[in-house]
């Protein structure tokens, strides 16, 4: 089973930019397509972002342009470099395995990274 650990989270304002990190350690990481989401404040977790296999990837309309996912798996990482950050992109930022059709997870949840951008 794959154990995910994220990490690179911070408070930032407003303009900023981070980059989060998640680890996968325990399975072969090469095939599936990777995710990023996120849980806002008091609101169901979301997605963000995907990757597959092969690089291609997709994002959600608020953070086209200026969020950015990559994988490099011989590192078994996924990363999420996030610039312009805005308030509204708060919340506990989580990957996971996933269907590339739909976005669907379907591993287990690391503990997340708090991202908190302030105004």
């Known amino acids: 089973q794959v154990q995910l650990v994220e990490s690179g989270g911070g408070l930032m304002q407003a303009g900023g930019s981070l980059r989060l990190s998640c680890v996968a350690s325990?399975?072969?990481?090469?095939?599936?397509?990777m995710g990023w989401y996120r849980q806002p404040p008091g609101k169901q977790r979301e997605l963000v972002a995907i990757?597959?296999?092969?690089?291609?990837?997709k994002y959600v309309d608020s953070v086209k342009g200026r969020f950015t996912i990559s994988r490099d798996n011989a590192k078994n990482t996924v990363y999420l470099q996030m610039n312009s950050l805005r308030p509204e992109d708060t919340g506990l930022y989580y990957c996971?395995?996933?269907?590339?059709?739909?976005?669907?997870?379907?591993?287990?949840w690391g503990q997340g990274t708090q991202v908190t951008v302030s105004s």
């Open positions: 996971n395995k996933c269907m590339w059709t739909t976005g669907t997870p379907f591993g287990s």
């Open positions: 325990g399975s072969t990481f090469n095939g599936p397509a």
């Open positions: 990757i597959g296999g092969g690089g291609t990837t």
